[in-house]
């Protein structure tokens, strides 16, 4: 399992948000360029980068600070937050993101979904945020009568290899995941799915761990030092 180090950007600092609430915001450094080093240097193998102005507005507007994070790293990074045309996914993927992000326009512009599914193949994911099971979208801000599972096999279907599940009441909540939506998940889809939202603890990991998924993103418990990102992936070595 991939433990993805979680860079939300917003007014181009690092921040993290509680339950994608934007009035209720810590800052944790104004340079993600030096917050992405530091936690390649901790070991980090993948990272995964929000632009959080991007999400809400739908203008992605931290991209030069992300493209430059990216091209300051020698591991990969894959990059959501705002990405709502082919331009801007073009973009991402010619300046090295590994793989790019879709999440409000996964729901209201399909033919741009797909479309980037064809030109960019596996480069492509789509971040499912859930509420109680039900698609949320708008940076969160907006609840749509979509469930999540349903909306996972129709992008499977559509060609999809990778979804991000996020339960958006768990995220920044350090109350650890929500096992029983992502085993729903995992057995709904073959898809590559990666964990988002509440992990807190090396226990969350181990849980996660043994669902089998392809990945996990933690944010907020590396920022606040209840998890240390080289604990969790000397583990993770430990369990492949």
Known sequence: MIIFPAIDVKDGNCVRLKQGDYNQQTTYNDSPVDTAVKWQEAGGTFLHMVDLDGAKTGDPKNKEIILKTIQALTIPVEVGGGIRSIDTIKEYVEGGAARVILGTSAITDWDMLTEAIQLYGDKIAVSLDARNGYIATDGWTKNSDKKAADLAKELEAAGLTTIVYTDILKDGMLRGPNLEELKAMQEA????????????????????????????????????????????????????
Not at 195 to 221: F, H, M, P
Request: glycine share 10%; net charge negative.
């Open 189 to 240: 889809t073959n898809m590559n799915i990666i964990a988002s939202g509440g992990v807190s603890r090396k226990e969350d990991v181990t849980n996660l761990q043994k669902l089998d998924l392809y990945g996990a993103i933690i944010g907020k418990a590396l920022y606040d030092g209840t998890i240390q990102l080289e604990d969790v992936i000397e583990e993770d070595n430990h369990a492949r």
